[in-house]
């Protein structure tokens, strides 16, 4: 990695994520690959894609990867490949960004919400196993923040009644399931499942995995860009066809597809930053142990636990007693940006309201969360302000 250079947010306003220190570290590497890609005068699929395509497959360890549009195309073409439509029900997480459920909702297919753990912020595999009906085909859990979702529990649940899993992992790439011990991760799962499974991405562990290098990702472009990967070769190759308006071969269409594919210049920024993709992750994690630090047994106030194999995407708290509104308003006026991801559970958003029962939970997350400042090369200074603002908010 090359050397870190100082970070401008130490004596201004600090952002919730700052790219600059990222592309200052970067920059020649980076110039390179766009001067590569423009000199080819390629720039839709090509070489570069299939490059990238082949790398990012080896890194996570998966025998297919497909590049595409968005991560909202990940998903979408996902559940296509799998012939998931109307009359079919996919169970996901009332608490996630809209386009989990939008994905389910635009292939036609029936929206079921099953709630989240109050602690992990992802589905609850109990939720999800009494939401099953005879006309459910495909469980699709969310690895919220960079977290890794209780995915042996759920591939078991999964398992027994002949469904799909398709991994939500916009916002965990690099992500590892690593659950506390390898006989029982305390949600149920069975210990083959869950040595199985020990050490692996997150995105390799269902049936299909989706992906989003949005430009705030761990992994991001400087653009749009997704990826689905899988193992089987005949979802891979239904994949590449739906990305491509449904063609085996140019002119010769014989499903409905989408123009959904990834274009060379965001695979080449790709390719420069993969390699460096576990060390960031690595920095998230640090960063999030010195705010766990800084911010533990604080009156009101839940810290998210740094568990094995969590990347960090968003260091989320939680703000008890109806102050959460009032904290943020503290820390910006301190100078510290903050988000709060999600201010509405996805069943009560004006498109879904009336249409779900509660779900108590995400509910109660939506009230809490906010979201601190993050990103790798975040100096200690820089931490330290925002915990001082936080602790200075919570006392006011």
């Not at 870190?4 to 920059?27: C, S, W």
């Not at 001067?35 to 395509?53: D, H, K, N, P, W």
């Not at 993709?277 to 994690?285: D, I």
Request: hydrophobic share 45%.
């Amino acid at each position: 990695m090359p050397k870190k250079l100082p970070d401008a947010a130490a004596d201004g306003f600090i952002p919730i994520l700052n790219l600059e220190p990222q592309y200052r570290a970067l920059r020649p590497a980076l110039q390179a690959a766009l001067e590569r890609v423009c000199a080819s005068q390629q720039f839709i699929l090509g070489e570069e894609v299939a490059a990238f395509e082949e790398e990012v497959a080896r890194y996570l360890g998966v025998s297919q990867a497909i590049g595409v549009n968005s991560g909202t195309d990940a998903l979408v073409i996902a559940l296509r490949a799998l012939d998931i439509g109307p009359g079919d029900e996919v169970i996901t997480t009332p608490f996630s960004f809209f386009a989990t459920a939008e994905a389910i909702s635009l292939v036609g297919a029936t929206l079921v919400f099953a709630d989240i753990e109050a602690e992990s912020f992802n589905l609850d595999p109990h939720a999800v196993a009494a939401c099953i009906t005879s006309r459910t085909r495909a469980l699709l859990p969310v690895h919220l923040f960079g977290r890794p979702a209780a995915v042996g529990a759920l591939l078991e649940v999964a398992a027994r009644h002949g469904l799909a899993v398709i991994e939500d992992a916009a916002q965990a790439f690099g992500a590892q399931y690593l659950p506390p011990c390898v006989g029982c991760d305390g949600r149920g799962c069975a210990p083959a499942t869950q040595t199985q499974l020990r050490g692996r991405f997150v995105g390799t562990l269902g049936t299909i995995g989706a992906f989003s290098f949005y430009p705030s990702k761990n992994l991001g472009a400087y653009g749009d860009g997704g990826l689905i990967v899988t193992n089987d070769n005949r979802i891979a190759e239904r994949c590449r066809k739906l990305r491509s308006h449904g063609a085996r071969a140019p002119y010769w269409h014989d499903m409905l597809g989408y123009n959904s594919r990834l274009d060379a210049l965001q695979a080449a920024i790709l390719r420069v930053k993969l390699p460096y993709v576990a060390e960031w992750n690595a920095a998230r994690r640090r960063i999030a142990a010195t705010y766990h630090q800084g911010l533990a047994g604080l009156p009101g106030v839940v810290t998210p636990a740094v568990t094995p194999g969590h990347v960090f995407h968003q260091y989320t708290l939680r703000i008890q007693a109806g102050r959460r509104d009032a904290v943020r308003q503290s820390l910006l006026e301190q100078g510290i940006g903050t988000m709060v991801y999600y201010p509405t559970p996805l069943h009560q958003l004006p498109v879904y309201a009336g249409q779900f029962p509660p779900q108590p939970v995400s509910e109660a997350a939506a009230g809490e969360v906010l979201s601190l400042p993050i990103w790798p090369e975040m100096e200690e200074a820089v931490q330290g302000r925002v915990i001082n603002a936080v602790r200075q908010a919570l006392a006011g």
